[in-house]
């Protein structure tokens, strides 16, 4: 009797345990196939010498299948989500792809839930997100670079899959890489142990990391964006902390213990999503890194990509 038991029990376990296996894979949308055109966003300039490899940051939620499966990753064949993730991928073409072709593949993000959820669910999550946009770069690499100096970009969840590509890549390909735009997340001490990752410290040096984050003040800084060993300030391209000015009204001056930048000007009850506090407190303005300084940062690209060639 008592072996019976431990067998209807150890029967009931494994199958529990299947059970659980099978939720889970049925739980992870279909991997991408980067030979197919319908896994990247392109915007290509025949007489652009230079590219730029975009990754996208956070636009989808969590969302369920006709099954009722909940996902905690992006479809990348879903169209309502790629309509979702569109604006984010034109601001930025408009930004950093004026004098390059843009590269920018689709892959399976984690959600914003998984965001909310902090700093361990997004580490437990982000090796799927990872696994497709080193293999979206790798076939970016081989099949779209044909040997030309690129900028790596990415905001948000995408600038964190830039850390990791740095890490990744090897010394042939940082060799032809202009700069890195890291944006909206953070760059640690730990990281910078990379020989590839290295802290830009003026508008024209190239190989470099260019990262930051924008606060009203330091309270409102979001726990999983820090805390971050670089900062610097896209207005004046300076690490240090002298105010600079992005119109007569707004300042903009970083703060040395929390490397982040302090932003006096804008009304933060106005740009503030209530459907976002439980990531984005009132004050903070990751949703805006982009935008606040676009103009910096498109001029910026071109003078990182002209400094490249001089020294090249």
């Given at each position: 009797?008592?072996?019976?038991i431990?067998?209807?029990?150890?029967f009931?376990?494994l199958?529990?345990?299947?059970?659980?296996?099978?939720?889970?894979?049925?739980?992870?949308?279909?991997?991408?196939?980067?030979?197919s055109?319908?896994?990247?966003?392109?915007?290509?300039?025949?007489?652009?010498q230079?590219?730029i490899?975009?990754?996208t940051?956070?636009?989808v939620?969590?969302?369920?299948d006709?099954?009722?499966?909940l996902?905690?990753?992006?479809?990348?064949?879903?169209e309502?989500?790629?309509?979702?993730?569109?604006?984010?991928?034109?601001?930025?073409d408009?930004?950093?792809?004026?004098?390059?072709?843009f590269?920018a593949?689709?892959?399976r993000?984690?959600?914003?839930?998984?965001?909310?959820?902090?700093?361990?669910?997004?580490?437990?999550?982000?090796?799927?997100?990872m696994?497709?946009?080193?293999?979206?770069?790798?076939?970016y690499?081989?099949?779209?670079?044909?040997g030309?100096?690129?900028v790596?970009?990415?905001?948000?969840q995408?600038?964190k899959?830039?850390?990791?590509?740095?890490?990744?890549?090897?010394?042939?390909?940082?060799?032809r890489?202009?700069?890195?735009?890291?944006?909206g997340?953070?760059?640690?001490?730990?990281?910078?142990?990379?020989?590839?990752?290295?802290?830009?410290k003026?508008?024209?040096?190239?190989?470099v990391?260019?990262?930051?984050?924008?606060?009203?003040?330091?309270e409102?800084i979001?726990?999983?964006?820090?805390?971050?060993?670089v900062c610097?300030?896209?207005?004046?391209?300076?690490?240090?902390?002298?105010?600079?000015?992005?119109?007569d009204?707004?300042?903009?001056k970083?703060d040395?213990?929390y490397?982040v930048?302090?932003v006096?000007?804008f009304?933060?009850?106005?740009?503030?999503?209530?459907?976002?506090a439980?990531?984005?407190?009132?004050?903070?303005?990751?949703?805006?890194?982009?935008?606040?300084?676009?103009?910096?940062?498109?001029?910026n690209?071109?003078?990182?990509i002209?400094?490249?060639?001089?020294?090249?």
């Open positions: 009797m008592n072996r019976l431990f067998s209807l029990g150890l009931f376990v199958f529990l345990h299947a059970c659980v296996q099978k939720q889970n894979l049925e739980h992870i949308p279909e991997k991408p196939d980067y030979e055109s319908s896994s990247w966003y392109m915007v290509l300039d025949d007489s652009a230079v590219d490899f975009y990754v940051p956070t636009c939620w969590d969302w369920q006709d099954n009722g499966l996902y905690h990753y992006a479809d990348v064949d879903n309502e989500q790629r309509e979702a993730i569109r604006p984010s991928l034109e601001l930025a408009s930004i950093f792809g004026r004098v390059a072709s590269y593949p689709y892959y993000q984690i959600t914003l839930e998984s965001w909310i959820e902090g700093e361990a669910v997004v580490e437990e999550r982000f090796p799927i997100a696994s497709d946009i080193w293999d979206a770069f790798q076939y690499m081989k099949h779209f670079n044909n030309r100096p690129f790596l970009a990415g905001f948000s995408g600038a899959g830039v850390v990791e590509l740095l890490k990744m890549m090897d010394d042939e390909a940082y060799e890489m202009v700069a890195a735009y890291v944006i997340y953070k760059v640690t001490e730990q990281d910078m142990a990379c020989a590839h990752i290295h802290p830009a003026d508008s024209v040096d190239i190989g990391v260019i990262c930051y984050n924008s606060v009203e003040n330091v409102a979001a726990p999983v964006l820090s805390p971050s060993a610097i300030n896209p207005l004046n391209w300076s690490n240090d902390t002298v105010t600079a000015y992005l119109n009204t707004v300042t903009v970083k040395d213990k490397q930048l302090v006096d000007g009304s933060s009850a106005e740009l503030f999503l209530p459907q976002l439980d990531l984005f407190v009132q004050g903070n303005y990751h949703l805006y890194e982009l935008t606040f300084y676009q103009n910096c940062l498109s001029h690209v071109e003078q990182r002209q400094a490249f060639y001089m020294r090249k």
